[in-house]
C-alpha cells in the first residue's frame, strides 16, 4: 500500500471522514459538504480511500471478505483485521511472552542444517516484529552462537575472535556458518570412506587365514586316508 502512494496508507492507519460543513441556525451542526464543493486535498483523501478498500479487499479470502465487507473505510478494514488475528494489546502482550520464551529457549539440534535451523529461528522473529517487538542484529548474532552445536566450536571461537559482534551484520554471519557447514560435510564422508578401506584391508589377512586353515585340514585328511590304504 505504501508502495502504491503514500497517501492511500495514511488512509489505512487514519480514519478517513467526508468533508462537512456547518450548517443550519447559527451554523449549530455540520452535514457533509456537497461534492462540487470539494477541494482538491478532500477529493484526493477520498479517492485514497476508496483504493485503499479496494487493495485490501482484493488481497482477503471469501471468509475474510465477508468479515470486512460492510466497512465503510479502509481503516475500519484494517482494525478489524488486526483486532481478529492479532487481538487487542493484552493478546498481543500474551503472544509476545510466548514469542520470548521460544526464542529464548530455541537450539540448533545435532542432526539439523544451519538453514533448517535459521528458518525456524527467522519464523519466530518475523512473528515478533508483526506484532511490535524488533530483535537487533547483534541479539540474534548472539543468539545463534549460543546454541549451535558442537561441531561448530572451532568457528565460533574463530569468529568471535576476529570480529566485533555490535558491528558485524547478521547476513556475514550466517555467510560464514553456511561455509563453515559445507566444507565440514565434505569432509564426513572423505572419514568414512578411509574407515570403510582400512576395515576391508584389515580383514583380508583373516581371511587368508581361513583358507590356508581349510586347505590344511584338506590336506591332513588326504594322508590319512593314504595311510589307511597303504
Not at 60 to 65: A, G, H, R, Y
Not at 86 to 91: L, P, Q
Request: aromatic fraction near 8%; proline fraction near 3%; include cysteine.
Amino acid at each position: 500500500l505504501q508502495a502504491m502512494d503514500s497517501g492511500i496508507w495514511e488512509s489505512v492507519i487514519k480514519e478517513y471522514t467526508d468533508p462537512m460543513q456547518p450548517a443550519g441556525e447559527n451554523n449549530a451542526i455540520a452535514v457533509v459538504k456537497p461534492d462540487d464543493l470539494w477541494t482538491a486535498e478532500e477529493k484526493d483523501k477520498k479517492s485514497h480511500n476508496s483504493k485503499a478498500k479496494n487493495a485490501l479487499f482484493m488481497a482477503l479470502s471469501e471468509t475474510e471478505f465477508n468479515r470486512v465487507s460492510s466497512c465503510q473505510t479502509a481503516y475500519e478494514v484494517w482494525l478489524k483485521l488486526t483486532n481478529t488475528h492479532e487481538g487487542d494489546a493484552k493478546v498481543k502482550q500474551s503472544k509476545l511472552e510466548i514469542l520470548t520464551m521460544q526464542f529464548e529457549t530455541l537450539r540448533m539440534e545435532d542432526g539439523e542444517s544451519f538453514d533448517e535451523y535459521y528458518s525456524r529461528l527467522q519464523h519466530i522473529i518475523n512473528a515478533s516484529h508483526a506484532l511490535g517487538h524488533v530483535y537487533t542484529d547483534y541479539q540474534v548474532i548472539c543468539k545463534i552462537l549460543r546454541t549451535l552445536p558442537k561441531r561448530f566450536q572451532s568457528r565460533k571461537d574463530a569468529i568471535r575472535e576476529a570480529h566485533d559482534l555490535t558491528t558485524m551484520s547478521l547476513e556475514t554471519l550466517c555467510g560464514k556458518l553456511r561455509t563453515f557447514e559445507l566444507e565440514y560435510s565434505n569432509d564426513v564422508p572423505k572419514s568414512s570412506t578411509s574407515l570403510a578401506f582400512k576395515s576391508t584391508t584389515s580383514s583380508q589377512p583373516d581371511e587368508e587365514l581361513e583358507e590356508c586353515d581349510d586347505m590344511s585340514v584338506r590336506v591332513d585328511k588326504e594322508l590319512a586316508f593314504l595311510t589307511r590304504r597303504m
